[in-house]
Structures are given as C-alpha cells and as structure tokens.
C-alpha cells in the first residue's frame, strides 16, 4: 500500500498469508516480480564494487596513465557516476508519476546502457567522464523507483521482505563484481601483457542484466496505486486480482482496494484543506519542500534522516567499497591477485552480514543497533588505524599485521551491513507523516549521494597525504554515530503514527488520523458486513461519485 496506505491501514492491516520470508516463498508471483525488478539493485551493488577492481589492473592504469598517477582525478572518474545518480534520482519522481513505475523502469534502463556502452568502449578520459556520468544518472534513477514499485505491489504481509530482498540484492551486486574483476585480471597476464578486456569485460557485463531488466518492463504489470493515482480503478482493480491471485469477491482484496482508495483521497484532501483548491503542483511542492526546514518537528526528523545519511557515508564504507584494493595494498598485501582476493572477501561479508538485519531487525530496534553498529565499527576502525601506524614501513616484513589489517576491515564491513546500513533507509520513510514523506525521503537519498560524492572525490588524495589518518578520520564519525544516536535518535520501532509525532513534539500525524477515520468511515473500510460483497459495487460507487463530481 505504500507509505501513505501503511498509515493508513493501521491496526488493520490486511494479510493475505505469512509476514516475511515464509510469505516470500508462498507468494511466487510476487516474489518473481521482486527478484525480476531488484536487478535494478544489483546494478546499482555491482558499480559501486566494479570500479574499484578496474582502477588497479595494469592495463587500465598504461591507457590512462593520467589517472592512474593523479589521485584527485581518479577520486572524479568514481564520483562523477554519484552526481548522476543524484541527478537521476531527483528527475525520476515526476517521471515515474508521469510515465508509470514500469516504464520509468524501461527509461533507466536505456540511460544506463547508453552511459554503460560509452564507459566500456572509451579511448580517453573524457568518454570515461562522460559514460560514469550518464549511466549513473540511470543508476539514481533505479535506486529511486525499484524499492517505491516493488513497495506498491507488495501485500503488506511481506513488504518488509521484499524491501530486504532489494538490499540484498545490492550487496549480491557488491560481491559478484568484485569476484569478476579477480578474475578477469588473469585475461593476458597481471602484468604488462594484460589484455585490455580485463577491464573492458567487468565494465561491460553489468550490461547483460540491464538489457534482462528493460526487456522485462514489457512484462511487468501496472502498479495498482499508480493507477489509482491516475483514475484508472477498474485497472487497478485487475492488476490486484492478478498479484493477489483471489478472486474480486474476497474481503481481502476489496478492503485493500478501499485502502488504497483512501489513500488517494487522503492526499488531495490533505493538499486541498492545507493549500487551498486552486493551488498549483509547483505552489504546493515548494511549500511542502520549505516546511521540512520551517516546521519545528518536521525540521527535528529531518536533521535525523539526512544526518543518518551523511553519517553513514562518513564511517568509510564506500570509500572502502571504491577504493579496497588501494587499502590493501597499503596495509603490506602485495600484487593484484592478493589484494582483488581481500576484496572479494569483502563482498562476501557484506552479503552474508546483511541477513541477520534483514531477519532481526525489528526485534532489535533501530537504537541498540545503530549504537551497537557503532561501537563495532569504531573498534575495527582503531585497529585498522594503530596496526598502519605502527607497521605502515614494515608490513613487508610483518604480513601477520597486515592480515590483522585486513581481517578487521572485514569485521568493519561486518558491523555495519548489519547497523546503519539497514537502518538509515528504514528511519527516513518512518519517521513523517504521510502527506509529505515521499519528498522528505526523496531528500534523504539526496543527501547519501552527495555525501558519497565527496567521500569518493575526498579519499584518495586522504590516502596519499595522511595514509592511516583516513582510518582515524573515519573513527571520529563511527564515534559521533553512537553517540548521536544515544543522545538525540530516538527509537521507532513500532511507533504509530501519532505517537511518531509525540516524538518530535508535533501533532500533524493526529489530525491525518482524523482525517483518515473520516475518509475510513465514507468508504465503508472498517465494516464488516462489506466484507464479502461482490466488488461490482464497488465500481457503481465510484461511477456514482465521479458523475456527482
């Protein structure tokens, strides 16, 4: 139901079988469609550990030697697909209201391949910049609208899997580029006689899954909420049949229907009463976009979701993403072949570290593992630090501290799959009230690009000038996280929406509760001797009600 129809629902949420994994496997039409459209997440995974592989390899280092031996430069051919990614991810709101989920989808897709197709066919730098660029505006574009459609096809009860399903995707995407580049590197030789298509290959085969992925759109249904947004009902009606797979007569699906009904009138009711009639789309979203910093407990959540954000980035985790190669072979590990191997390992915690999240998290809280997220990280960041310090002359001669090195890079990796990488997704989309949470969270996501933007753009000049300093430096954030997080996050587990606001000492969420039992009521939603009805009445209701109009 989305954002809006979770608040919505409430305490009567709407359960078609088993909640998480269990319902994941019994529902096997929603779950193909959940995998089939999380490759947009494993294409957003495999990026971020592509790159990294490809800057060390021989060859790519001799045709762009620049890069290779400038290290602000090689700090903009990573960042540059972020600012795409930004990018992308802000113009595909209206395009995914305008075109549809699905064939916002197709547009990404076609982005990405024409920006992918550059990237691994360039000649000189300026096709490099200009490939990273474009395919990360499809990236963005993805990273915005595969979670918000497979959201808006979910039945509640498994809604919280699929959205793991998408992180885990992202991280499967992590790990698999990260095997792939250790073993093109061998195609010609490591050294001087490497081929380029060791570097080629990797760039190009993220190619194949977004060719599946748009070739698939065409295959995807509608997303019943969007055509409800539309006016389309007896469409929507179709399409949740279809998913659903029960028949129109089923109280289920009628009352999620209704739901979703709702939640269309809950929010043009809501623009109407605080906007007036007659305001303008472009009036009403610059308001919405000013209150979020004007609004005392809408200003208070929205320091916590970007904050998160730009925390999170801070602690290192895509720096060591972009750029583990380079730490390894720092820290004494020797050769391409040994550090791609560390890499590769790398991937592999991340993936398996991200289960327990996706199992636990809810009975854990948001605050114990943020704050336990923390304390884990900050302790393999000191390490990691103090083991360079002291050994960053002689690791040659000491590889048992350099190995010591790396393991406790993987325990970092492990910690914060676990904690704040889950976390300050969840947090964000929580935390506001209904009317105004998709630009809110549009917001967060704006602020993680920017901040990996600079933390890409940042660290490899950090590694050449300070070395082991980056690792205190990331310390200081893994610090500033838990404490922050003891003091000023509070815990929203399970928090309604009124209490929400209690939270931050606001009261929109009681009267959007109002609202709602108004609209709860006009519709029929809670009565259960609806249930049952033969959902043709539904449709003579709304044909009633628009010929009123």
């Keep these: 139901m989305g ?4 608040a919505i629902a409430g305490e009567h949420a709407i359960s078609y079988g088993q909640s998480g994994y269990k319902g994941l496997v019994k529902e096997i039409r929603i779950f193909g469609l959940a995998c089939f459209a999380s490759i947009g997440g494993l294409l957003f995974g495999y990026d971020q550990g592509v790159i990294s592989g490809v800057l060390v390899m021989h060859n790519f280092a001799s045709h762009f030697p620049r890069l290779a031996s400038d290290a602000g430069l090689q700090g903009w051919v990573v ?31 076609i982005i990405f391949l024409i920006g ?11 096709m490099m910049f200009v490939g990273r660029f474009i395919f990360g505006t499809g990236i963005g574009m993805l990273a915005m609208v595969c979670p918000l459609y497979l959201s808006e096809l979910a039945p509640p009860n498994i809604r919280g899997a699929l959205v793991a399903l998408q ?31 060791a570097w080629r290959i990797p760039l190009a085969l993220q190619c194949f899954p977004s060719l599946i992925l748009a070739t698939g759109t065409f295959f995807l249904p509608y997303s019943p909420r969007w055509l409800m947004n539309q006016g389309r009902e007896e469409e929507a009606l179709k399409v949740l049949v279809k998913l659903r797979c029960v028949p129109e007569t089923d109280y289920r699906l009628r009352s999620e229907f209704l739901e979703i009904k709702a939640a269309r009138m809950f929010d043009e009711q809501t623009k109407i009463e605080t906007y007036g009639e007659n305001s303008s789309q472009v009036y009403v979203a610059v308001q919405e976009y000013k209150e979020l910093f004007t609004v ?26 972009y750029y583990a190669p380079q730490f390894f072979e720092a820290i004494g590990l020797s050769g391409n072949s040994v550090n791609l ?29 943020l704050i336990w997220g923390a304390i884990g990280m900050s302790i393999a960041q000191l390490l990691v630090a103090t083991l360079w310090a002291v050994y960053q002359d002689t690791f040659i001669t000491h590889p048992s501290a350099g190995w010591a090195a790396c393991v406790f890079v993987w325990v970092y990796i492990g910690t914060f799959a676990f904690s704040i990488a889950c976390v300050n997704w969840i947090m964000p989309s929580e935390m506001f009230p209904p009317g105004i949470r998709g630009k809110a969270v549009g917001l967060a996501i704006a602020c993680n690009y920017l901040s990996n933007f600079v933390v890409a753009l940042v660290v490899p000049k950090m590694l050449k000038t300070i070395t082991f300093g980056t690792f205190y430096f990331f310390l200081v954030f893994c610090i500033i996280l838990g404490v922050w997080t003891y003091f000023c996050v509070p815990e929203t587990k399970g928090v309604p929406i009124e209490e929400m606001d209690k939270l931050f000492g606001g009261n929109d969420g009681e009267a959007d509760l109002r609202r709602i039992a108004d ?24 044909e009633h009600i628009e010929r009123a109009a």
């Design 167 to 197: 992180q885990l995707s992202i991280t499967f995407g992590i790990m698999i580029s990260f095997w792939i580049n250790y073993g093109t590197q061998y195609i010609g030789g490591t050294g001087s006689g490497q081929s380029e298509a």
């Design 341 to 369: 191997l560390a890499t590769g390992v790398v991937g592999i915690v991340f993936f398996l570290s991200t289960i327990p999240a996706v199992l636990y998290l809810d009975r854990w809280g948001r605050r114990k593992t």
């Design 79 to 109: 960042s540059i697909m972020t600012l795409g990614a930004m990018c992308g991810a802000f113009i595909n709101g209206p395009i995914s209201d305008r075109l549809s989920r699905r064939w916002s989808i197709l547009l990404a897709n």
């Design 3 to 6: 954002a809006i129809g979770t």
């Design 519 to 542: 609209i709860r009521a006009q519709l029929g939603v809670d009565n259960d001797d609806v249930k049952g009805v033969f959902i043709e009445e539904i449709k003579e209701d709304n």
């Design 116 to 126: 992918s197709v550059i990237q691994c066919s360039a000649q000189n730098l300026a």
């Design 296 to 321: 005392s407990h809408l200003r208070k959540r929205t320091m916590v979701a970007c904050l998160l954000q730009f925390i999170q980035q801070f602690t290192g985790i895509n720096a060591i993403i």
